[in-house]
């Protein structure tokens, strides 16, 4: 079976090409600046020279047809016909109350992810327009989506709700929604493999850090904690978001430096973090260079950075009681052995005996960066997101088969 992974953004799409059988990636590529005349398309098909193109794209309808012509191409090709695609999996950002798993689409799922675009208007409705895009395009195949949510869903009340009055929980649903899910859920099952145990008998804290980051309490397989919220600001510190801060420095700010409610989201979500901190930049390649050369704000922001991260893991541990492994992941997490060295220095009261050569070592592999016999274990292993949403696409379509 050949699953294609679509992951719509307002004005960009990435997607992936799977061979199930192997869970092989048979291409991979994106399309870049949708609306625009100079729209870039990249595919790289798996063993041969990645193609780019500049053409006029105006909607997701012309964006998926475009893939899919590139994908057939005699040339930089790598199926004969687009009839080989058997399903589409799309990755959906908020799934609220209404998905705690992936599901096939159907006239009522759409319409439910529809009314889900209030809480999270800048990712539903772009997902939107690639579902309809991929029906215009493939009107026979079958579609999934996968939401960033739905792994959070095992959350319990005590952690999902805010402490503010239950009604704005009644009437609109304001709480705890958790993101980053299906890459939570992979490292959890991919860390109960790495370290040979059931996944139902350990307590991991995973952490997802790239330019949105988040960290979660998995305790038995189950996130009962995560740090992203009702939308993807609260909790770390992150490129350019600030995550926690005190809620009345909004109102403050507002009203001290004459600023809008979009003014005030905006300056939380895309001016904040390292950006705001380092005066440098969002990218951690970047401060740590900076900090390299000597950069003092660099150094605050990176300080920050890790502190707040630190701070999260040692309340995770407290709120499962116990701790056998913390995982990193995403493009900090996997590549900022400099980070990870920070954290885990300060967490040894946990029993952490970190392996100062293995942190440095690069790999693509799933791997420990503590000596054996530590009490608590640190490992590495690169998310694979798009192979979750493929995965799940696939198991949908072969029960659905079961089912007819
Ligand atoms: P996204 O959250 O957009 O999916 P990624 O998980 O790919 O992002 O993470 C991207 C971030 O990973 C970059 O902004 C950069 O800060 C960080 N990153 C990538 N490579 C490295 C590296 N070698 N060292 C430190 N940070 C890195």
């Known amino acids: 079976m050949i699953v294609l992974v679509i992951n719509a953004g307002s004005s960009s799409l990435k997607f992936q090409l799977y061979q199930m059988k192997d869970e092989s990636v048979l291409a991979k590529g994106r399309v870049e600046r949708i609306g625009m005349e ?30 899919l012509d590139m994908i057939v191409h005699p040339e930089h090709g790598v199926l ?53 895009a991929v029906e215009a395009n493939m009107p026979e195949v079958p579609q999934a989506v996968v939401f960033d949510t739905a792994f959070h869903q095992t959350m319990p ?38 370290l040979g ?37 609260e909790g770390l510190m992150m490129g350019t978001r600030s995550g926690d801060i005190d809620p009345a420095i909004v109102p403050f700010t507002m009203a001290k430096e004459d600023l809008t409610l979009s003014e005030v989201n905006s300056m939380l979500n895309k001016h904040s973090g390292l950006l705001a901190i380092s005066n440098i930049g969002s990218d951690m390649r970047e401060i740590a260079e900076a900090m390299e050369a000597g950069d003092r704000n660099a150094a ?29 992941t995403a493009g900090v997490g996997e590549n900022s052995a400099l980070l990870r060295a920070a954290v885990c220095r300060g967490l040894s009261f946990l029993g952490i005996e970190f392996d100062e050569e293995a942190n440095a070592r690069r790999s693509p592999d799933d791997r420990a960066i503590t000596k054996p016999g530590s009490r608590v274990q640190v490992l590495v292993i690169p998310t694979n997101e798009e192979l979750v949403i493929a995965r799940d696409t696939y198991g949908l379509i072969l029960n659905r088969n079961d089912v007819e």
């Open 38 to 67: 100079s729209a870039i398309v990249t595919i790289e098909p798996t063993g041969k020279p990645e193609v780019r193109e500049v053409r006029e794209i105006l909607e997701h309808t012309t964006a998926i047809r475009k893939v």
């Open 80 to 132: 004969k016909s687009v009839s080989e695609i058997d399903a589409v999996g799309h990755r959906v950002v908020h799934g609220g109350e209404s998905f705690s798993s992936s599901v096939l689409v159907t006239e009522e799922v759409k319409r439910e992810i529809k009314r889900l675009f209030d809480l999270a208007p800048l990712h539903n409705p772009a997902h939107m327009l690639g579902i309809h």
């Open 300 to 328: 605050l922001a990176f300080e920050m950075y890790e502190y707040r991260l630190r701070k999260y893991i040692g309340s995770y541990a407290a709120a499962m009681n116990g701790l056998d492994a913390i995982v990193f």
């Open 157 to 194: 009340p005590v952690s999902y709700l805010y402490p503010i009055p239950m009604v704005l929980y009644k009437k609109h649903k304001i709480r705890r929604y958790g993101f980053h899910g299906t890459s939570h859920a992979y490292v959890s099952e991919q860390a109960a493999k790495f």
């Open 197 to 233: 145990r059931p996944l139902e008998e350990l307590k991991l804290v995973t952490c997802h850090i790239g330019n949105g980051a988040s960290c979660t309490a998995v305790d038995g397989g189950k996130s009962i904690d995560t740090s992203m919220g009702m939308t993807p600001l």
